[in-house]
């Protein structure tokens, strides 16, 4: 069966400075890294996809293409490319979509639990619904009993083992497992292959400009006050204030 | 003119640079003070490929070439000088010289493993009565039947403790010595009459182990020759030319990591009443570094792509060990000089550094031997040969 893996590309925090006084962001590097859950989540899939296709599918320009090679250096099996850059969580659930039914199939779709950036958390649950399937959240560790995915997730009150059928949608946590390293010679190979990476367009999936207008927009950047330090007090003076 | 690496250069790097700060970081300080190497780094190395990076995937390597094999020196050396030393030897030397002129036939007997790290290799030239002379060597090789007995000993080999097949250069004919009288053969750790010394209390690169190795009347078939009867002395030659430049890419990492850690201090140091980074004579040690690192850098990697683009490199790769290590022990000293007493304290790394680059002026052809390549190279070019 097919298991597809969705990764999402972020800026490098290392590269940007908040400047709250001038109510600014600095973007010192232009870098881009692999969203640390996706990491987390394709590891887990690599995990369980000894027997099955394990893909790849990125949204993105050059970095989303520099995700996919390094999937398929890591064991994705393919990589499907779809060179736009979508920003907004429902047309990027749409162009997912599309790109699930373009695949004809895919019993088990993997995502991480949030992203650096925007983290709106809305991408897996719309996927679910428009697809009419199960989601475990924030699994740590995911297992294939043949016919159902068993997620090991946390929840309020501690870790559960939920279990969905398949066809399901997961999201794994960050942090949740030790990702792999991609083996020097599969990196030369992977970015070295003219046919690593398979592309679709818009057309291909059947989908127009107007498809995919978002629905959010973006009207400016706002700054929290800085978090100010609380005051140091001895055990007798809290007594005091608790008193109070 | 395109100074820009390849994307799979670039993610090579990336590997590496996540490797070394999850898994290396974290043990270097115990490596050394322990002074062994860490057998599951070493492991978990030779999953990732880390063995054999230049090496063609014919042979079991990763095919990254020697620019490749330069990004691995610099970013093993910019966290670990023992463990990028354990490497140097392995690839940049030992398997190296196997690589260069062995036959197909020994490639595919030993290099697949080598390159996985399930064998470690090592460089056997230097003798206790031939360092710098190297063809000053004296352990000899008689043939008798088909196979030859190796009887000597080498000294100061990088890895002589751990390895498991070593590149020995013996004399097989004495009347000619290493002018076309030395062989290189491959000998592996069970055969009879070999044992590795143990290992060298040294002042750096504790978790690097160096030995002495004793050959007593070791039988090694005549299959076991590298290259050609007689003519090993020139593949150990060749096989040196093109590791200065590996070792001229380790020094870039230690460099850098002595301008990283100075730049973090600088900023967090107060004295006077201001960070010092805000002092000229700070700054102007840091202007100094990063104009040595960076010209380095700009050699180093050029020299590499002399390498992988076939074109004459061995000026070019005397200049980079020679300027590499001597830039390298700079740096570091003046780290150290940076963070005053903080930089000699044993909790902290750079005195570690400072002890582990100091070699770089010595082994693989001391500096003062660099200078007469480089010498020869250019008198050369001019029409007069010297020998050195």
């Known amino acids: 069966m097919n298991i597809l893996v969705f990764l999402r590309v972020v800026r490098d925090p290392a590269g940007i400075t908040v400047n709250r006084k001038a109510q600014k962001v600095f973007i010192n590097r232009e870098n881009y890294l692999l969203n640390p859950a996706d990491k987390n989540a394709l590891e887990a899939a690599l995990t369980i996809a000894a027997d099955h296709t394990l893909i790849a599918v990125a949204l993105g320009g050059a970095p989303a293409e520099d995700a996919l090679r390094q999937a398929r250096a890591l064991g994705a099996h393919r990589a499907v490319l779809v060179p736009e850059t979508l920003a907004d969580a429902l047309t990027l659930t749409t162009a997912l979509h599309k790109v699930i039914e373009h695949m004809g199939s895919a019993e088990l779709i993997v995502l991480g639990a ?76 992977m970015y070295r292959a003219p046919d690593a990476i398979e592309r679709l367009s818009l057309a291909d999936l059947g989908l127009s400009a107007d498809d995919l207008q978002p629905v959010t927009d973006y009207r400016g950047d706002s700054f929290p006050a800085e978090r100010e330090f609380g005051q140091v007090v001895g055990v007798g003076e809290l007594a005091e204030i608790l008193n109070r | 003119m395109d100074f820009t690496f390849s994307p799979e250069h670039i993610a090579l790097r990336r590997m590496i640079r996540e490797f ?249 140091r107060t004295q006077f009443g201001r960070p010092i980074a805000n002092m000229q004579s700070i700054q102007f040690m840091l202007a100094d570094m990063a104009a040595e690192i960076e010209a380095l850098r700009s050699l180093v990697y050029r020299t590499a792509w002399l390498v992988d683009t076939g074109r004459p490199f061995v000026k070019e790769a005397g200049i980079c060990k020679l300027l590499g290590s001597e830039t390298a022990s700079r740096c570091i000293d003046r780290a150290v000089q940076i963070h005053g007493a903080l930089g000699l304290s044993r909790d902290y790394h750079l005195e570690r550094g400072w002890r582990d680059a100091r070699i770089g002026e010595i082994f693989e052809g001391t500096n003062e031997i660099q200078r007469i390549v480089i010498a020869s190279e250019l008198l050369q070019e001019v029409g007069v040969r010297i020998r050195p």
């Open chain 2, 20 to 268: 070394c700060e999850e898994e290396l970081r974290p043990r270097a300080k115990t490596l050394d003070r322990e002074g062994r190497p860490d057998p599951e780094v070493l492991r978990l190395m030779g999953e990732a490929g880390f063995f054999g990076v230049p090496f063609s995937q014919d042979y079991g390597g990763m095919g990254a070439g020697e620019t490749g094999y330069c990004i691995l020196m610099e970013e093993l050396n910019r966290v670990c000088p023992s463990t990028a030393t354990i490497i140097g030897a392995h690839i940049g030397i030992a398997a190296m010289s196997m690589y260069l002129d062995g036959s197909p036939a020994i490639k595919q007997k030993y290099l697949p493993d080598i390159c996985a790290g399930k064998k470690i290799a090592a460089f056997g030239l230097t003798e206790p009565n031939a360092g710098s002379d190297a063809a000053g060597i004296q352990l000899r090789a008689t043939l008798e039947g088909d196979s030859y007995f190796l009887d000597g000993q080498k000294m100061w080999i990088t890895n002589g403790p751990l390895a498991d097949v070593i590149m020995v250069l013996a004399v097989t004919d004495p009347a000619l010595g290493a002018r076309g009288g030395a062989t290189v053969f491959v000998v592996e750790k069970e055969w009879s009459g070999f044992k590795p010394g143990k290992p060298e209390k040294k002042m750096g690169l504790h978790g690097s182990p160096t030995s002495v190795l004793n050959f007593d009347e070791v039988r090694v078939p005549k299959d076991n020759i590298v290259g050609q009867t007689g003519l090993g002395f020139v593949t150990f030659m060749k096989t040196l030319d093109i590791g200065r430049v590996s070792l001229g890419a380790a020094t870039i990492g230690g460099s850098q990591a002595a301008l990283d850690a100075s730049l973090r201090w600088v900023k967090h």
């Open chain 1, 114 to 189: 949030d992203v650096l950036d925007a983290d709106t958390a809305q991408v897996a649950p719309r996927l679910a619904a428009a697809l009419a399937r199960p989601l475990i959240s924030a699994a740590h560790q995911i297992t294939l009993i043949p016919t159902t995915v068993q997620g090991i997730a946390r929840q309020a009150d501690g870790f559960h083992t939920l279990e969905a059928d398949l066809p399901a949608v997961v999201t794994v946590s960050r942090d949740s497992n030790k990702p792999r390293y991609a083996n020097a010679a599969h990196i030369m190979n």
